[in-house]
């Protein structure tokens, strides 16, 4: 995959979002400082069902890819008492996203260096339709991580050394 592909994202991130209003307290994509302690920011596309829509084509046709022109909202949250931050994150951001919650479950989740490795429930008891499904929930997942920490890079799979947990 060429670097250009995998630094649209980030860029679109900081230089092409366009907070919009909400009930809940909205933050610039690019500072997330401005959530509060106990907070972290969660990032969603505005109109959900067209995202994914947009990218399940995407996936199966081809094309533009309509991530980079997708607006987005940001909101903080209260983070619950949980074992691990990126982990509860990235899971509610794949249950926003997916058609079934319980398949956006993380079975597995591991960070080494700057990269951190998601293995969803989705990945490893699919349906038909679950690579256009993940093909949506991958780039805003990715995106709450990387929005809530210095992870450069989401790979979905296990880390290299692991294996598939029974």
């Known amino acids: 995959m060429k670097k250009t592909t ?66 987005f909202k940001q909101t903080c949250q209260l983070l619950p008492q949980v074992e691990d931050k990126l982990a509860y994150i990235a899971e509610q951001s794949a249950q926003a996203t997916l058609p079934y919650p319980e398949a956006g479950k993380v079975l597995y989740f591991k960070q080494v260096d700057d990269t951190a490795y998601v293995v969803l429930a989705a990945q490893e008891d699919g349906w038909a339709g679950v690579s256009a499904a993940m093909a949506a929930a991958e780039p805003v997942i990715t995106r709450n991580i990387q929005l809530n920490s210095s992870i450069q890079h989401v790979t979905f799979g296990y880390a290299p050394g692991d294996e598939k947990q029974s």
Not at 26 to 55: F, N, R, W
């Open 6 to 71: 995998l630094l649209l994202p980030l860029a679109f991130l900081l230089f092409g979002c366009d907070a919009q209003t909400s009930a809940t307290k909205t933050i610039d994509a690019s500072t997330v400082e401005q959530c509060s302690q106990g907070e972290y920011a969660y990032s969603l596309p505005v109109d959900l069902e067209k995202y994914t829509h947009a990218m399940a084509l995407f996936s199966q046709e081809g094309g533009d890819n309509p991530y980079a022109t997708t607006k």
